[in-house]
């Protein structure tokens, strides 16, 4: 028998909501049919939140991470029109989410976003989400391949140039893309159902392409690395094997059970031989085997403070947006910050950070003095430079406990106690779903319920271990459902034990 959601895409697409989202503009939202209330509106990228219901939350498409300043310009201006409600936060996709959205807003705010090219559509639910890339590439003197436009591609043919394609909307699941041209996997192919990485195909290394991964993901059933599909790509073929793949998992794919149903299960049924014969098939010629080695060599950058860009005289400024949340004329400022100091680009990027791009010698000075970098920094300390956090019970429906403020609170903290020698990347996601990606973290958690004195509190399943950039694996759960309450003492041990911490002297942390 079909799954509740499978019932619900036969009934209806949730694209078919684009012909009726001016209808659902008049009549207010609580007159809007459930199931196109909470379910089919994310087709259009528009979330119903029971926290803050008739003020909806939107989920951007950002390929690459690239956002122009009049795109955050617009941004902004649906932002700041939510008033005391609106609040916008950079994702783990390298993307951009809005909240405090009214209904009759909606159409406006589509038609803003067709201005400046940017798109909403196909974000969430069995559709493909942000397709992530190298938030440096095109300005990296040392990539290999510059994905941008690869990665527009891809979702202009999924999306349909942005307004939505029947094509790909009604998968089993979820599916993620990443295309890394960079050598230090700052996108972490080895989580996504399908990640291209850098690979010369021939020992002299002059034919450049991707060697292609499949099937990573997290959920709270289960946590799988991407696996090798032996096959390598020119870049010229990597939009059709994106088309050929989807259109095996989308045809294939397992959809009685929503646990089993990402692209993994697929590949666990059929043997990945099989599952490469059937995209081959699809794609209608013969697909190379894989290259011998990737080009993943180097440790991951997290890009924050100024770089030196592949243009002479011109570099890229990583801002830390603290668990990437931002207000309207925060927004604002970066689009004029962009403007001013560079040629209008940002990127975005997984660790929900920020960079300006484009910025001459001649002004690098003066843009480290602009108080908005007060508080979005460029030498933030070791620990708030590693943070990463999820949305949290503040928004999220199916969180367990708060992360965003209580992230910040612990690392302020911490950082206030202990002195570290170089970064930790702590990942928080409010429950085991993982979106925070505590699995590629050196200490991640996902919040549970756990005990203390007898009464349940909010606490955290604590994961340990991943490793990133080259030769990156998942992290393991070596502590379970330890009290939110307790976690200044167990992550300053682990700090201290693990991480070289020393703690401050006592006149340091007055100061
Ligand atoms: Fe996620 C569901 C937020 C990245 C795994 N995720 C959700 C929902 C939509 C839950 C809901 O019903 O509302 C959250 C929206 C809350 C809100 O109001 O913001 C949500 N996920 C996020 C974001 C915003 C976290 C963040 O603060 O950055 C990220 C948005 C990315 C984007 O721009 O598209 C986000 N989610 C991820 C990632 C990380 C990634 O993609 O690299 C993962 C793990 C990777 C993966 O998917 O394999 C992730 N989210 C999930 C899952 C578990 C999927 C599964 O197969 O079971 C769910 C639950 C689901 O889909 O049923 C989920
Ligand atoms: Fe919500 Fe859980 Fe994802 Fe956090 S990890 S955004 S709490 S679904």
Same mark, same amino acid.
């Given at each position: 028998?079909?799954?509740? #959601?499978?019932?619900?895409?036969?009934?209806?697409?949730?694209?078919?909501?684009?012909?009726?989202?001016?209808?659902?503009?008049? +009549?207010?939202?609580? *007159?809007?049919?459930?199931?196109? $209330?909470?379910?089919?509106?994310?087709?259009?990228?528009?979330?119903?939140?029971?926290?803050?219901?008739?003020?909806?939350?939107?989920?951007?498409?950002?390929?690459?991470?690239?956002?122009?300043?009049?795109?955050?310009?617009?941004?902004?201006?649906?932002?700041?029109?939510?008033?005391?409600?609106?609040v916008a936060d950079i994702t783990t996709r390298q993307n951009i989410q809005?909240?405090? #959205?009214?209904?009759?807003?909606?159409?406006?705010?589509?038609?803003?976003?067709?201005?400046?090219?940017?798109?909403?559509?196909?974000?969430?639910?069995?559709?493909?989400?942000? #397709?992530?890339?190298?938030?440096?590439?095109?300005? /990296?003197?040392?990539?290999?391949?510059?994905?941008?436009?690869?990665? +527009?591609?891809?979702?202009? $043919? &999924?999306? =349909?140039?942005?307004?939505?394609?029947?094509?790909?909307?009604?998968?089993?699941?979820?599916?993620?893309?990443?295309?890394?041209?960079?050598?230090?996997?700052?996108?972490?192919?080895?989580? =996504?159902?399908? *990640?291209?990485?850098?690979?010369?195909?021939?020992?002299?290394?002059?034919?450049?392409?991707? =060697?292609?991964?499949?099937?990573?993901?997290?959920?709270?059933?289960? +946590?799988?690395?991407?696996?090798?599909?032996?096959?390598?790509?020119?870049?010229?073929?990597?939009?059709?094997?994106?088309?050929?793949?989807?259109?095996?998992?989308?045809?294939?794919?397992?959809?009685?059970?929503?646990?089993?149903?990402?692209?993994?299960?697929?590949?666990?049924?059929?043997?990945?031989?099989?599952?490469?014969?059937?995209?081959?098939?699809?794609?209608?010629?013969?697909?190379?085997?894989?290259?011998?080695?990737?080009?993943?060599?180097?440790?991951?950058? /997290?890009?924050?403070?100024?770089?030196?860009?592949?243009?002479?005289?011109?570099?890229?400024?990583?801002?830390?947006?603290?668990?990437?949340?931002?207000?309207?004329?925060?927004?604002?400022?970066?689009?004029?910050? *962009?403007?001013?100091?560079?040629?209008?680009?940002?990127?975005? @990027?997984?660790?929900?950070?920020?960079?300006?791009?484009?910025?001459?010698?001649?002004?690098?000075?003066?843009?480290?003095?602009?108080?908005?970098?007060?508080?979005?920094?460029?030498?933030?300390?070791?620990?708030?430079? !590693? $943070?990463?956090?999820? @949305?949290?019970?503040?928004?999220?429906?199916? *969180? #367990?406990?708060? @992360?965003?403020?209580?992230?910040?609170?612990?690392?302020?903290?911490?950082?206030?106690?202990?002195?570290?020698?170089?970064?930790?990347? +702590?990942?928080?996601?409010?429950?085991?779903?993982?979106?925070?990606?505590?699995?590629?973290?050196?200490?991640?958690?996902? !919040?549970?319920?756990?005990?203390?004195?007898?009464?349940?509190? /909010? !606490?955290?399943?604590?994961?340990?271990? !991943? @490793?990133?950039?080259? /030769?990156?694996?998942?992290?393991?759960?070596?502590?379970?459902?330890?009290?939110?309450?307790? &976690?200044?003492?167990?992550?300053?041990?682990l700090l201290v034990d693990r991480f070289g911490a020393v703690p401050k002297?006592?006149?340091?942390?007055?100061?």
């Open positions: 028998m079909a799954n509740k #959601i499978e019932a619900l895409k036969e009934a209806k697409d949730g694209l078919a909501l684009k012909a009726e989202i001016a209808r659902f503009a008049e +009549i207010g939202w609580e *007159a809007i049919d459930d199931d196109d $209330l909470q379910h089919r509106l994310k087709w259009l990228g528009v979330f119903f939140r029971k926290s803050t219901p008739g003020r909806f939350m939107v989920r951007m498409r950002i390929p690459n991470g690239l956002l122009s300043s009049d795109q955050m310009r617009v941004l902004a201006s649906v932002v700041e029109k939510c008033g005391e409600h609106g809005m909240r405090g #959205i009214l209904i009759e807003d909606v159409p406006e705010m589509f038609d803003k976003f067709r201005s400046v090219g940017l798109t909403s559509v196909q974000s969430a639910m069995d559709n493909i989400r942000n #397709i992530t890339g190298s938030p440096v590439a095109g300005i /990296d003197a040392n990539e290999l391949y510059d994905t941008r436009e690869l990665a +527009i591609q891809v979702q202009n $043919l &999924l999306t =349909n140039n942005g307004e939505g394609n029947p094509a790909f909307t009604n998968l089993p699941r979820k599916f993620n893309i990443a295309i890394a041209g960079c050598r230090d996997n700052s996108t972490h192919a080895e989580i =996504n159902d399908l *990640a291209f990485v850098p690979a010369f195909k021939d020992e002299s290394q002059e034919t450049f392409g991707f =060697n292609v991964l499949v099937g990573g993901f997290f959920s709270s059933k289960r +946590i799988a690395a991407a696996i090798p599909l032996d096959v390598w790509v020119a870049p010229e073929d990597v939009v059709a094997l994106c088309e050929a793949l989807l259109i095996v998992f989308r045809d294939n794919g397992l959809r009685e059970n929503r646990q089993k149903s990402r692209l993994m299960y697929l590949i666990d049924e059929w043997g990945i031989e099989k599952f490469r014969t059937e995209v081959e098939k699809q794609m209608g010629k013969p697909l190379a085997s894989a290259a011998a080695k990737d080009e993943i060599e180097w440790e991951k950058r /997290d890009h924050i403070g100024v770089h030196k860009q592949k243009q002479a005289g011109l570099n890229y400024v990583g801002l830390q947006i603290p668990v990437g949340r931002m207000y309207a004329p925060d927004m604002y400022e970066f689009a004029r910050l *962009a403007e001013t100091y560079g040629n209008g680009d940002m990127r975005l @990027t997984v660790e929900q950070n920020l960079l300006i791009t484009h910025v001459s010698d001649e002004k690098v000075t003066a843009l480290l003095q602009e108080p908005l970098l007060q508080k979005f920094p460029v030498e933030p300390n070791n620990l708030m430079r !590693g $943070l990463v956090s999820c @949305t949290g019970n503040q928004f999220c429906p199916v *969180a #367990i406990v708060e @992360t965003k403020n209580r992230s910040l609170a612990l690392t302020k903290q911490l950082s206030a106690a202990y002195d570290l020698p170089k970064v930790v990347r +702590i990942h928080w996601s409010g429950c085991p779903n993982s979106c925070a990606q505590p699995q590629v973290a050196d200490i991640g958690f996902t !919040g549970c319920k756990a005990r203390k004195d007898g009464k349940v509190v /909010d !606490g955290v399943d604590i994961y340990m271990g !991943g @490793t990133v950039g080259k /030769d990156a694996h998942l992290g393991t759960c070596v502590m379970e459902k330890v009290p939110c309450e307790d &976690l200044y003492e167990v992550v300053g041990k002297q006592h006149g340091e942390m007055i100061a």
